[in-house]
């Protein structure tokens, strides 16, 4: 009798394992040591395959753009705030047990010309009554925000004097000056100070780009604390991660021992990497093609030194986010960045990720 049992329960061991090594693993369950793993989501992803996908996958989300002022705020200063599709989002994700990262409070992009127009003391005004808005809405929600996104320029050269390096044209930089970035984190701060607060840009595999990065969140860091704060103001470094295969991962690396002197955690906040060599600006949905495998093995091998790379900084790293589940619904859609293809297959991309020391 007993042997019939211990027979059975081997039996059963070996189907299970079996069936385990037959299905791929969830990316949450792979990185749960190191750091979250997230992606984006807008409506598309909230039903069939692309949330089964989700909810498999992944443990973090950033909405792609319900949360961004234009999609918020109303059109005009008199209007009312439009909450019906983040709120949809949050909960759903609470719902499912995932947690929610918001996307983004302050940018020159996707915003409300009102906002940042008029006189100085308007745009102060407004600055903070949308994102005490904001904040208050989502209060417990969202656990952490990009408060303020791309404020830093394209092609810095000297990045000594940070605020020479912010973004010009911008709307806030036109009207507030440099002092934009830093009252922006103040009042998040007062707003809700259980929230994790970011800086996020892209481009800061770019050295310049990071150094310029690196001495604003050490400037206005020190600053905080020199006045008795005893935690900073900036919380953590948003690397977008908007990638090619022109990619260098050395600089990626350099640019995360930089961002690691500051002392605040790290994200990689919207990762894609797009199978061309060239860094292009052409970006739209449903343009996706069939990959040649050459390519797709290519784009797999850079994900896995990334991967590789990322679990090296895991002290440092909090959250990896993907910026897209399938080639089909990228914005980059026209150079397969994704991990699925447009049928949400998993792709040599998927595969490296689940297990990059193979690649
Ligand atoms: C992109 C979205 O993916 C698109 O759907 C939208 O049309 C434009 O914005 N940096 C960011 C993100 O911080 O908000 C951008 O998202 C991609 C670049």
């Known amino acids: 009798m007993l042997k019939k049992i211990i027979l059975i329960q081997l039996a059963l061991l070996f189907l299970c394992l079996t069936n385990c090594n037959s299905k791929p693993a969830a990316l949450k369950a792979v990185y749960k040591k190191d750091f979250l793993i997230g992606n984006v989501i807008n409506h598309v992803y909230m039903s069939g395959g692309h949330f089964d996908l989700l909810k498999k996958h992944f443990n973090t989300v950033t909405c792609e753009n319900e949360m961004k002022p234009e999609n918020l705020a109303p059109l005009s200063k008199s209007g009312e705030y439009k909450w019906q599709m983040a709120d949809s989002m949050v909960n759903k994700m609470k719902e499912n047990g995932i947690q929610v990262h918001g996307h983004t409070l302050i940018w020159h992009s996707q915003t409300r010309t009102w906002m940042t127009s008029g006189s100085p003391q308007e745009a102060k005004e407004n600055m903070i009554n949308h994102i005490n808005t904001v904040l208050d809405h989502f209060r417990g929600k969202v656990v952490s925000w990009d408060v303020v996104n791309e404020a830093m320029a394209d092609g810095i050269t000297d990045p000594s004097d940070w605020k020479s390096c912010l973004r010009a044209e911008s709307g806030w930089y036109k009207t507030l000056g440099p002092d934009y970035v830093e009252l922006a984190f103040r009042t998040a701060r007062q707003a809700d100070p259980e929230i994790i607060l970011y800086y996020n840009d892209y481009g800061l595999n770019d050295c310049n780009k990071a150094a310029a990065v690196r001495n604003m969140v050490k400037d206005i860091n020190d600053r905080y604390k020199a006045e008795g704060n005893n935690r900073s103001l900036i919380d953590g470094i948003g690397m977008q991660g908007h990638y ?14 930089m961002f690691k002197e500051t002392g605040v955690e ?6 894609d990497i797009e199978s061309r060599l060239t860094n292009s600006r052409e970006w739209g ?3 996706n093609t069939v990959m040649p495998q050459e390519q797709a093995q290519q784009q797999a091998k850079l994900y896995a030194q990334l991967f590789r790379l990322f679990r ?7 959250r990896v986010t993907f910026w897209g589940m399938d080639d089909k619904n990228s914005w980059k859609s026209i150079g397969n960045p994704c991990l699925f293809d447009g049928e949400l297959n998993p792709k040599p991309a998927f595969f490296a990720v689940s297990n990059p020391d193979e690649y």
């Open 244 to 257: 090619g295969l022109w990619l260098n991962v050395n600089d990626v690396r350099a640019s995360l021992e």
């Open 312 to 318: 090296e900084y895991k002290d440092t790293i909090a």
């Open 285 to 287: 949905v449903n343009r």
């Open 266 to 271: 790290i994200s990689i906040t919207e990762l």
